[in-house]
């Protein structure tokens, strides 16, 4: 019987198959030992086969992926959803902050992929002016390197309603740091989603995880559930990191648009853009053309240590 995984609740996967049953699966025990060293071999978004007593027999092979290296496992990944169209990044400058190294390894290993982001900036409605300033400019950064943006208030509903026609005719994961308001956008959304929500600790500055599990929800609060509806949102836990995972380090520039068009003109086709000479990328550093932040970003995930990759054992 074939299906999609629409939920993951970490031992449990709900699948809707084919003929417009939920099945709660399991996963057989094997398919932690083929080499797919991830902490869920299986993924909200994955195409797969449920065999007798409701085991998750088959993965059929996917067209895309976002995966991040597993927080407490480091030489495991975590894959946040699979078989997407695009993925909205939801971000703050403030109450908590979303640093340019995260936004920054989040779009690499989207454009690994080639899976589209929109940077979604919530919260306008709490800034002060100096902040909306300093979003402004992050927004002027990432649309010159060529990244669609958005400023909204999931609180307010600014700026929300044009985000559904982003959305229609898509699987669109949903993604972001604890506390930026994702599931509090997604209920602005999709009302009937009803998504737990949950204050910003005071103490640290930093949200608390309100979503435990990934999640498919369907875009209309009318439309049932069908394996050939286009239209959800893939809701995924607030996560406080992006590690990297299946990265080769002579890939990495490609994976930086801005530094990729530059690198074309470096002496050397093997340059690292560290220390060569003749190397475009550091010169347009210095004179201002690639961004600082982008830079250190990207010296950061050079720096990676490097492991066996996923890709290789999938």
């Known amino acids: 019987m074939k299906g999609l995984v629409i939920k993951n609740t970490g031992s449990w996967y709900t699948v809707l198959t ?3 049953q939920l099945l709660d699966c399991k996963v057989k ?4 030992i083929k080499g797919i060293r991830s902490t869920n071999p299986v993924a909200v978004g994955d195409r797969v086969t449920v065999g007798e007593g409701n085991w998750i027999t088959e993965i059929e092979d996917r067209k895309n992926y976002i995966i991040r290296k597993s927080i407490n496992l480091s030489k495991q990944s975590h894959i946040l959803a699979a078989n997407v169209d695009q993925a909205f990044l939801i971000v703050t400058v403030s109450k908590p902050e979303t640093s340019t190294t995260f936004i920054d390894r989040f779009l690499a290993s989207a454009e690994a992929y080639r899976v589209p982001v929109y940077l979604i900036f919530n ?3 709490m800034l002060t002016d100096e902040e909306l300033h300093y979003q402004q400019m992050m927004i002027d950064l990432y649309e010159t390197i060529g990244y669609e943006c958005r400023a909204i208030s999931a609180t307010t509903g600014q700026g929300v309603e044009e985000l559904r026609p982003l959305l229609e005719g898509k699987i669109t ?3 972001g740091n604890s506390g930026v308001g994702k599931s509090t956008l997604i209920n602005s959304i999709v009302p009937h989603a009803n998504q737990r929500t949950a204050e910003i600790s005071d103490a640290h500055n930093t949200g608390m995880h309100t979503t435990t599990f990934s999640e498919m929800i369907p875009l209309d609060s009318h439309s049932t559930l069908n394996t050939q509806r286009s239209s959800f949102l893939i809701d995924t836990p607030g996560i406080k990191g992006f590690g990297t995972f299946d990265m080769e ?4 520039t490609s994976y930086f648009k801005e530094i990729f068009e530059f690198s074309k003109q470096c002496r050397f086709s093997d340059c690292t853009h560290t220390h060569e000479p003749g190397c475009a990328v550091l010169k347009a550093v210095e004179d201002h053309y690639i961004a600082q932040s982008r830079y250190q970003s990207y010296l950061s995930m050079l720096d990676d240590k490097d492991e ?3 890709r290789e054992a999938y």
Do not use: I, P
């Not at 025990?29 to 932690?32: A, D, E, L, P, V």
């Not at 380090?249 to 990495?252: A, D, G, K, V």
């Open 123 to 125: 919260k306008g409605d």
């Open 29 to 32: 025990g094997n398919f932690r």
């Open 18 to 20: 084919d003929d417009g």
């Open 308 to 310: 066996n990759k996923y």
């Open 173 to 175: 994961l949903f993604s």
């Open 249 to 252: 380090r002579e890939e990495l």
